[in-house]
């Protein structure tokens, strides 16, 4: 069991940068896959980013690619989603969450452990 907690939401301008962080529990930490996942108000939980277990290959929605990065520490069980240029489009809560899988996948259903979320709110 892994249980994970976000920081690093607020309220930032259109064009500026956020960096969230998601600590886990556990001794484990590397076993898991590692991704993001945002949840605008009426509107689905969308995938943003994930991270392999170790050798770090990332993956990004078309929406972001260029602008966020997904990293994470296997020393310091955290992952990190640094976000720049960020549009009001990207206001929604963010949630860390983990598989215990070797294969990276994008939907909600499949992954097991999930944050309570941050907020980012981006004015215009």
């Known amino acids: 069991q892994v249980q994970l907690v976000e920081s690093g939401g607020g309220l930032v301008q259109a064009g500026g940068s956020l960096r969230l962080s998601c600590a886990a529990s556990?001794?484990?930490?590397?076993?898991?896959?590692m991704a993001w996942f945002r949840q605008a108000p009426g509107k689905e939980r969308e995938f943003v980013a994930a991270i392999s277990r170790r050798d770090s290959r990332t993956y990004y929605t078309d929406s972001v690619k260029g602008r966020f990065t997904i990293s994470r520490d296997n020393a310091k069980n955290t992952v990190y989603l640094q976000m720049n240029s960020l549009k009001p489009e990207d206001t929604a809560a963010y949630f860390c969450?983990?598989?215990?899988?070797?294969?990276?996948?994008?939907?909600?259903?499949?992954?097991?452990?999930w944050g309570q979320g941050t907020q980012v709110t981006v004015s215009s």
């Open positions: 556990g001794r484990t930490f590397s076993k898991y896959i």
């Open positions: 969450a983990a598989r215990d899988s070797n294969v990276v996948v994008t939907n909600t259903e499949l992954y097991n452990h």
